[in-house]
């Protein structure tokens, strides 16, 4: 073989190893992180198992990174030479000894939404602050920020082009996977509502359209199950999942609306939980 062959296959052999580098977790996705802006890193359900490669990076090479108390203990190995800080408190994600999505009144509804409204102001004036240092700031997102999150909260302090958004798996992408079903039913009304109920008359509306339902921060059972009852048959299948990519407490329980009230009576309320209702499960 002469020499130019052998410089020619050397650099080839250089370019693989460098391009297998880049495609391992841990190395970078060539996304550029930006000294002074802000990046809302959807981090899926659970731990780094279900973030994205892009999320990871962004982590990595950002100065800064918020996160609640949850994501910061699933993630500590990726976060143990950050500077990280406390993105809302432990007592936002509560009602007395319940989760905050188990209001059980207006009243209770309307105090968990001002004391996550007062977090996020004092939140966005944090951001703002390190940001002004010409630091990027991760603020680390539970799921996908797109659907459900805190990214609602904080866009009418930003302008477009202060932030980013990363996206992350959902929980409902995990939990269906659970179920190794499809959530769309060619046959059937090949649909997928994603709801937080917050009004009754709302679920009811929803649920005349008989399409598969998945409930985020779902509150109380009773009332759902109640509201769901007058639409759909007993035997219509519910299964709910709670604590998702958690290995020593996910937990998956499968009923039909008629069932799943007793079916659930030994399971501790939580506000980690999806609740899917609809044929696709029979
Ligand atoms: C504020 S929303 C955030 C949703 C998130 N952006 C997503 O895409 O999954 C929180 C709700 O998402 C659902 N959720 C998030 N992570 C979960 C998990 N690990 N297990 C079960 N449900 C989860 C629950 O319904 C929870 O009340």
Request: with cysteine.
């Amino acid at each position: 073989m002469r020499q130019r062959d052998l410089w020619i296959m050397a650099v080839f052999v250089v370019a693989f190893i460098g391009l297998g580098l880049l495609a391992t977790p841990g190395s970078s996705t060539g996304y550029t992180v930006e000294k002074g802006k802000l990046y809302f890193v959807g981090v899926g359900p659970a731990g780094p198992q279900f973030a994205t490669l892009q999320a990871l990076d962004v982590i990595r090479k950002a100065d800064v990174v918020f996160a609640p108390n949850f994501i910061r203990q699933a993630f500590n190995e990726q976060l143990k030479d950050k500077d990280v800080r406390l993105a809302w408190p432990d007592s936002v994600y509560k009602i007395g000894d319940r989760p905050y999505t188990a209001a059980k009144s207006k009243k209770e509804g309307k105090k968990v939404l001002e004391e996550i409204h007062k977090n996020a102001e004092q939140l966005g004036e944090e951001f703002r602050r390190e940001m002004s240092q010409g630091k990027s700031v991760a603020c680390l997102v539970n799921g996908d920020p797109c659907l459900f999150s805190d990214l609602r909260w904080f866009k009418k302090y930003f302008k477009d082009s202060e932030y980013e958004v990363i996206p992350g798996l959902s929980s409902f992408n995990v939990g269906s996977a659970l179920f190794k079903l499809d959530l769309t039913q060619p046959m059937g009304l090949n649909t997928v509502i994603l709801n937080h109920p917050v009004k009754r008359s709302q679920v009811k509306d929803l649920a005349e359209h008989e399409a598969t339902m998945v409930f985020f921060m779902a509150g109380d059972l009773e009332t759902l199950v109640d509201d769901l009852e007058k639409e759909y048959s007993d035997d219509t299948p519910v299964a709910i999942v709670d604590f998702i990519g958690y290995p020593d407490r996910q937990r998956l329980t499968k009923g039909t609306l008629q069932t799943i009230l007793k079916d659930m009576t030994s399971v501790p309320d939580t506000d980690l939980r999806l609740v899917y209702v609809g044929e696709f499960m029979k």
